[in-house]
Each structure stands twice: as C-alpha cells, then as structure tokens.
C-alpha cells in the first residue's frame, strides 16, 4: 500500500525566512502528488500537483515543490514566509486505488 | 462555479445517539469521498462513493455508513456516538475515474464540526 511521510509535525520559522516542509512517499510508480493547505478551520486547499513532466511544480502563494524520483521526495518550499502561511499544509499520494493517501500533516508556525 | 458544500457546519450530539452528515460535490463530479480528521491523526479515509455505489472503505466501524443519491450528492451516517468520534469531517468530489488522470484530483469542501459530548 501507498505511504506518504510528512517528517516534521511541525516547523516554525520567522517571517520572510525560507522553509521547506519535507514529504516522501512510499512508490515512484505512476504516482501523482499533491500539497494542500489548511487554514484554522477550514477545508482542505490545493496548494500545487504534480502529474508529469517538469520536476519542478509552482503552485499558489508563491510555493513550489520538486519531485525527486531516486528519492521518493516531493518536499514543499517558499523562499519568503508571510504571517498568513501559517497553516496546516498535508502531502498526498495517488496510485492505483484512486484513494489518495495523506500524511499526517505539518503544522508551519510563521513568527514575526 | 460552486465548490463542494457540506452541511451542517457544526453539530453537537450526545454519546450514543446518530448524526447524518451531507454533502454536495461540485457540479459534474460523480465521486464522492469522506474522510475523519481527528486532532493530532492526519486525514483519515472512510468512505468512497461513486455513481451510487461504495467503492472503497477505509478501517472504520460498521457504524459509520453511508450513500450516494442519483443528484452525487452524499450523506455520512454515524450510529451510536462514541466521545471518539469527535472531529472535523470532511467531504471531497472528484470527476469519473478515467484511469490515472487529472480527474483524480480532489476537491474538499470545508468540513463538518463533530463533537460528542
């Protein structure tokens, strides 16, 4: 079965600093990967994908993420953190099943 | 376009009694899945629900039911509460499963409030 590994629980980090929130996955077969965000009480917002093609995956609000094959790696950065990103951001994996498998989340602490 | 909507946003309920949970996924989606957010567990997978009928289940009790009407849209059933089962519930729609595609993606609407008193 699919596993997704968010290795950190949670990050802080002062803002207008950079931040990678890392993700590994359990397959690189056919495999489609997603971040999404989550703000205090609120659903689940997509923050970017990757399908195919480029490695490199820009998405909303000035994050990007890079796929890494060799390394199973799909790990989440923003060169600059605002107060606002401070957020519930959750890795998840599609492959076979179609039920995509979420990690358990990492929490990013943005100070001023 | 709307997106997925869920309903009610908050509901209190006493142990042992049931909840029903709703949700209308975004027009054109046929897929309907739920999933259990506890504090401090992640996403947790319940139910799956396509054209009708239940696809996939995750690890969870008989308890927890559900269906899918002709309009996609979706009810969760929770029987006989327990304190556990306090958590944000959150309903997602995708587009008919064609394969591994961008039809997949899922969209989340913002969740129902859970709590068991």
């Known amino acids: 079965a699919q596993s997704v590994t968010q290795l950190d629980s949670q990050v802080p980090v002062f803002e207008e600093a950079p931040v990678e929130l890392r993700c590994n996955y359990s397959?690189?077969?056919?495999?489609?990967l997603f971040w999404y965000v989550q703000y205090p009480n609120q659903g689940l917002q997509l923050l970017l994908k990757?399908?195919?093609?480029?490695?490199l995956v820009k998405g909303i609000n000035g994050f990007e993420a890079e796929f890494n094959k060799s390394q199973t790696s799909f790990h989440l950065r923003k060169p600059s953190v605002h107060i606002s990103d401070t957020a519930e951001y959750f890795c998840a994996a599609v492959r076979g099943s179609y039920i995509p498998t979420f990690g358990r989340g990492t929490s990013l602490i943005v100070h001023p | 376009e709307a997106g997925v909507t869920q309903s009610p946003t908050h509901l209190i309920k006493t142990r042992g009694q049931q909840a029903t949970l709703r949700c209308s996924p975004i027009s054109g989606h046929t897929s309907v899945y739920w999933y259990q957010q506890a504090l401090g567990l992640g996403l947790q997978f319940l139910l799956w629900?396509?054209?009708?009928?239940?696809?996939n289940r995750g690890n969870f009790p008989p308890r927890f039911s559900g269906r899918q009407f002709p309009n996609y849209s979706s009810e969760l059933n929770v029987n006989a509460l327990e304190l556990e089962d306090s958590a944000l519930y959150l309903c997602?729609?995708?587009?008919?499963?064609?394969?591994?595609?961008?039809?997949?993606?899922?969209?989340f609407g913002p969740g129902t409030r859970l709590t068991v008193l």
């Open positions: 629900y396509d054209e009708g009928e239940e696809r």
């Open positions: 997602a729609s995708s587009k008919v499963r064609s394969g591994l595609s961008t039809d997949n993606e899922q969209f």
């Open positions: 397959s690189s077969v056919s495999v489609y």
């Open positions: 990757y399908l195919s093609g480029s490695t």
